[in-house]
């Protein structure tokens, strides 16, 4: 089975695309940040969307390496019968 690496990054920042932080557009991966940046510069809490984009890709990041916390599965276990004479 295919490691799942990651979601890819945005196309202006660079950062980690992390689930629910990231739309597609014309074939382009932008984080909420730079959308929002891009479309309504004028936007109250747009230091407050850039920290919460940031975060997310930092903390989402470091979940990829812990094993302790949520252990691969033990299955699905191949069948094969044992060989008897």
């Known amino acids: 089975m295919?490691?799942?690496e990651s979601l890819g990054?945005?196309?202006i920042c660079g950062v980690a695309c992390t689930p629910m932080n990231y739309l597609t557009h014309a074939g382009n991966k932008y984080c909420t940040w730079?959308?929002?940046e891009k479309n309504n510069p004028d936007h109250p809490d747009l230091e407050q969307i850039k920290e919460r984009v940031y975060s997310a890709?930092?903390?989402w990041k470091c979940l990829k390496w812990y094993r302790e916390d949520r252990k691969l599965p033990n299955g699905p276990y191949s069948y094969k019968k044992p060989y008897k004479k």
């Open 2 to 4: 295919p490691q799942f």
């Open 9 to 11: 990054n945005c196309s």
């Open 34 to 36: 730079c959308w929002v």
């Open 57 to 59: 890709a930092k903390e």
